[in-house]
């Protein structure tokens, strides 16, 4: 197995806990606000694993060519000015940290760069959504999403991503520190990991070192 043939069944997981969370915000009376063509969030940093990174870029290879040249020309936008805000460098640097990063999350949110996915404000690879896009669900009105920042969001109570027990399996095999890489850098970065996204396991030993990093993460958060 390859690293990207984990995201899968991380997606998996990550919609069971979902599933779950949306179930006892139901029971409390708290209905989930998030709909279609309510893309708000679609601007925010999306932080992916490793691996996440590794399974969109293979989904986008599948691609008939004019959808694919597309998407990666969004790409291109988004990365051009993430250059102007002069951030690429701090997510693709290896000195990264992960704190640092979270600290200009509003300053990326305030640049306003929409996903290279959402079509019409809507998610354009919906079945294949990253887990943190899965695990962003609100019950506050829709429309106070547009300004996270001024407006009492009401995010639905989820345990610890999937993508941090993605991102310490990375860790753990590479000899390195855990790290996110926002969404819009995705393909910047596996171009320059192209080893690591090739690299592949034994089948069994891959998902039981993921299995244990999954159930390492802390319950609730």
Same mark, same amino acid.
């Given at each position: 197995m390859s690293l990207g043939d984990l995201v899968p069944l991380a997606l998996e997981l990550t919609d069971i806990t979902v599933a779950l969370a949306s179930r006892r915000e139901q029971k409390a009376g708290r209905a989930i606000s998030c709909r279609a063509k309510c893309g708000a969030c679609c601007r925010q940093m999306v932080a992916l694993s490793a691996p996440e990174c590794f399974y969109l870029m293979d989904r986008?290879? =599948?691609?008939?060519? %004019?959808? &694919? @040249?597309e998407v990666l020309s969004r790409f291109q936008t988004a990365e051009k000015r993430l250059v102007a805000a &002069?951030?690429?460098e701090?997510?693709?640097?290896?000195?990264?940290?992960?704190? $640092? %990063?979270l600290?200009? /999350?509003? @300053?990326?949110f305030a640049l306003g760069i929409p996903c290279p996915f959402l079509v019409d404000e809507s998610c354009g690879i919906h079945p294949h959504r990253p887990t943190a896009c899965r695990e962003h669900n609100v019950t506050s009105p829709a429309a106070w999403c547009v300004d996270p920042i001024n407006n009492p969001i009401m995010k639905v109570p989820m345990p610890q991503p999937i993508s941090?027990?993605? /991102? &310490?399996?990375? %860790?753990?095999?590479?000899n390195d520190a855990p790290r996110l890489i926002p969404l819009t850098l995705a393909p910047r970065w596996v171009?320059? @990991?192209? %080893?690591? &996204? $090739?690299? =592949?396991?034994?089948?069994?030993?891959?998902?039981t070192r993921f299995l244990a990093q999954v159930s390492a993460l802390p319950t609730s958060r």
């Open positions: 986008i290879e =599948t691609w008939a060519e %004019a959808s &694919r @040249h &002069r951030l690429v701090l997510f693709l640097s290896d000195n990264y940290d992960d704190e $640092r %990063a600290e200009v /999350a509003p @300053h990326y941090a027990a993605l /991102a &310490r399996l990375v %860790a753990e095999l590479a171009e320059r @990991h192209g %080893a690591l &996204r $090739r690299q =592949t396991w034994p089948g069994m030993e891959l998902f």
